[in-house]
């Protein structure tokens, strides 16, 4: 069966640190990975979503980067975090070369200070 | 379109009856359609889908329901029980839209007991 799994599960970070969250998918290949963030009491918003290894769309402009160095992982970092870049983080996978059903992971919540 | 700025709606019924959870989206394009479940605190889940050459589909205790001449989704839970108490969110794919799945603004289920 697949699974998928974030971490870390909770980070608090000042502003103006580094920021980096990873995503591992098992039981899959090629998989679609996606990054959401969700701010309180509010939707989903999509960040990053990769087709391949190194194939990366970036839907929001922002100082938030994403990478795919392994086909099932998938990283999300910043260089200099922002107070707005608090939220909850959400990856995701669904199977590749189609669009279905995404299967996300448990989340990271991250505080920005 | 993504609508991850507002606070969401919420709905509130009485344990047994029905609730119905409305959704407009706005891209012509999009030809597959999901409704996902989101506990606190934890990734939304798979609930049901809907491709756009139907109008309706039955689950367990869920109907989801498609208008596409108003653009209009629906999720319809019989005999709501205190469990499907969550935020719903339904989503769409885009034809051509590289797998990309854009979640709408969700609705706040309350079950009350």
């Known amino acids: 069966s697949q699974t998928i799994h974030q971490w870390p599960a909770t980070l608090v970070q000042p502003v103006g640190s580094p920021l980096s969250l990873e995503c591992t998918v098992e039981?899959?290949?090629?998989?679609?990975l996606y990054w959401y963030r969700q701010a309180a009491g509010r939707g989903l918003q999509l960040l990053f979503y990769?087709?391949?290894?190194?194939?990366i769309s970036s839907e929001v402009p922002q100082n938030l980067s994403a990478s795919r160095p392994q086909d099932r992982q998938f990283i999300l970092s910043s260089k200099k975090l922002l107070l707005s870049d608090s939220g909850f983080y959400l990856c995701?996978?669904?199977?590749?070369?189609?669009?279905?059903?995404?299967?996300f992971g448990e989340g990271s919540r991250l505080t920005v200070l | 379109g993504e609508s991850v700025g507002l606070h969401l709606p919420t709905l509130s019924v009485q344990e047994g009856d029905n609730s119905i959870i409305n959704c407009a989206y706005s891209?012509?394009?999009?030809?597959?359609f999901i409704w996902y479940k989101q506990e606190s605190g934890k990734g939304p889940q798979f609930i049901i889908d809907?491709?756009?050459?139907?109008d309706k589909r039955q689950g367990q205790r869920v109907t989801v329901l498609l208008n596409k001449t108003v653009k209009h989704l629906s999720l319809q839970i019989a005999a709501t029980q205190p469990g499907d108490s969550a935020v719903y969110f339904c989503?769409?794919?885009?034809?051509?839209?590289?797998?990309?799945?854009?979640f709408g603004a969700g609705t706040r289920l309350f079950v009350k007991a």
């Open positions: 995701a996978w669904s199977k590749g070369l189609s669009t279905g059903e995404l299967f």
């Open positions: 039981g899959t290949s090629n998989p679609n």
């Open positions: 990769s087709v391949g290894i190194g194939q």
């Open positions: 891209n012509s394009a999009s030809d597959y």
């Open positions: 809907i491709r756009s050459n139907m």
């Open positions: 989503a769409e794919n885009a034809r051509g839209g590289g797998f990309k799945t854009i």
